[in-house]
């Protein structure tokens, strides 16, 4: 009897499925597109001085910001099929704020800092989130930005303060 008992456990156990409830559906759509515009080389590979700043110049804690310096993506020969165009950045978030790149990890880099990306306008912009677009022009756009550091932590540590952003453009 226990043998019955173990084997019909057993083969229960096999064909048994665990039950899930559907909570919701997500569809995702877009387009590949093969008419894109050029980027600039000086655009697509830059470097951003930010400068020497004092780590003091953040002494009013989280959210407390150094000048921003600008920079541009360029972009030309774009096609008549499309009439804006956005970029949207990309790089690893800072733990204490996630809208804001991290600093590049080189065992002697800032702490409590991260770097803001700007709109044209010095409205912040949120890592991977497309920016204003911008209307194409007889072919050609130029995106401006910004960035600057920005405190994410009370206090802010010296070091090297680097990152990284990749950015991609988003056609509208």
């Known amino acids: 009897m226990k043998k019955n008992i173990a084997a ?8 048994a499925t665990t039950a899930q409830a559907a ?12 008419d894109t515009c050029d980027v600039s080389a000086a655009s697509s590979a830059q470097n951003v001085n930010l400068g020497t700043i004092g780590s003091d110049s953040f002494a009013a ?14 972009l030309s020969s774009c096609p008549a099929s499309h009439t804006n165009v956005a970029v ?7 733990g204490g704020n996630p809208a804001v790149l991290a600093l590049t990890n080189t065992g002697t880099n800032a702490q409590g800092v991260g770097i803001q990306l700007r709109d044209n306008d010095g409205t912040p912009l949120s890592l991977f989130a497309d920016s204003k677009p ?12 910004s960035a ?3 405190a994410t932590a009370a206090t802010v540590s010296a070091g090297d303060a680097n990152s990284t952003a990749n950015f991609t453009v988003v056609y509208n």
Not at 8 to 15: G, M, S
Not at 61 to 74: I, L, M, R
Not at 88 to 94: A, E
């Open 88 to 94: 949207k950045f990309d790089g690893l978030p800072d």
């Open 8 to 15: 019909l456990a057993i083969i229960t156990a096999l064909f």
């Open 148 to 150: 600057a550091y920005v």
């Open 61 to 74: 804690g989280a959210g407390t910001t150094s000048a921003a310096t600008g920079f541009s993506v360029v």
């Open 23 to 34: 909570d919701g559906t997500i569809n995702f759509t877009g387009n590949i597109t093969d």
């Open 134 to 145: 911008v209307a194409i022009n007889a072919g050609n756009a130029t995106l401006n930005f």
